[in-house]
């Protein structure tokens, strides 16, 4: 029996439900784990860990970024986050910049190809509802722009988002690698800060 639409849109919503809940239980017990074995706050037991990788720890990092950000599964907070403080300050956050502008690339690619279809089965109707009348505004560019220079705006949907206006994707990619730096670093930064303070006083 053929599955109808909408019937093919509640399997995929459950399907990415628990995908997303099985992803966060994995990178919740990774944090767990990290503490126990004084992961990311150890030198010694850093170098360990990432010795069982080799050249491709960095390579696999960088690949789980690109990934979170086209098929945003894994909170993206908690991936930054781990970056920083398997990698170090420095590198984690050079690894974090290149797998998110590789991600959002190809995400702004995606719905140049598919259009808003591929949004409505990756984002909720509340927040799709909230940023929709942007597509249409003469100065999506702009507004665009300084939402990607904020650390708290939704950056995956928006880039998705771009690629169902005219936007071309030269200036997508310029606004990008500018404007994510600054942002990668407030929110990893950020999270890291409050990171150190709570295994400060739970340990």
Known sequence: MTMTKIEKQRLFKLVWNTLTIVSFIGCMLFFIYGIK???F???EAL???LSQFGIWAPVFFVGL?????IIPIVPGSISCLGGVLVFGPVMGLLYNYIG???GSIVAFLIAKKYGATVISYLFKPKLREKYRGLVDHRRFGLIFTLLIFSPIAPD?????LAGTTKMTLS???LIILIGKPLPIAIYTFGLELVFRYL???FT
């Open 41 to 43: 706050y150890s030198k």
């Open 100 to 102: 998110i502008c590789l």
């Open 47 to 49: 170098e360990k860990f």
């Open 37 to 39: 074995s004084e992961l």
């Open 199 to 201: 295994v400060s006083i």
């Open 65 to 69: 970024q690109f990934v979170q950000v």
């Open 171 to 173: 200036k997508f990619n």
């Open 156 to 160: 995956d949907f928006l880039c998705y």
